[in-house]
């Protein structure tokens, strides 16, 4: 067994790197907001928990004939509110950012059996949260949800 050398002063340290910097991600681009009559709602069958359930309903979003996602209502049974309707939509990537998603709320809710919806969505989601604005949706400020609530009444 070979003794190590007693002076530390001949150890190679290793190279130092500077650390790399972060990649920032390239901004996406700029898509022009289409219009109101651009925007269609199909109704469709749905899956179990995407509208297809009891007391479900579901549309797909066409925005000029090409499919710009999906919008859905479920019963659900969630405090603070107790059974009621609840509103989700989800876009395409390259459909976000166009004001698809206000029409879609709006024309969705006004399509819908119910007259009281809910949409439930993450505080900090201000998209989500002006799209519903814009549809006619307002804050529900009850205690007990983490989450922000808000309802639209017919």
């Not at 996406?28 to 009559?37: F, G, H, I, S, Y």
């Not at 109704?43 to 000029?64: L, Q, T």
């Not at 309707?85 to 989800?90: F, G, K, L, T």
């Not at 009281?116 to 002006?130: F, P, Q, W």
């Amino acid at each position: 067994m070979a003794a190590r050398p007693a002076d530390k002063s001949k150890r190679r340290s290793p190279p130092k790197r500077p650390t790399p910097k972060p990649r920032v991600a390239p901004s996406p681009p700029q898509r022009d907001p289409v219009t109101e009559a651009d925007i269609h709602l199909v109704p469709i069958k749905g899956a179990a928990d995407r509208g297809g359930g009891p007391g479900g309903e579901a549309w797909r979003i066409d925005v000029n004939g090409k499919r710009a996602g999906v919008i859905f209502i479920n019963q659900i049974d969630e405090p603070p509110v107790g059974r009621h309707a609840s509103i989700q939509i989800y876009l395409n990537k390259p459909s976000q950012g166009r004001h698809i998603g206000r029409v879609a709320y709006r024309k969705a809710a006004e399509a819908s059996e119910y007259d009281v919806i809910y949409a439930h969505m993450r505080k900090s989601n201000v998209a989500s949260r002006r799209a519903a604005e814009e549809a006619g949706f307002l804050e529900d400020d009850r205690p007990g949800h983490p989450q922000l609530l808000m309802v639209r009444r017919r």
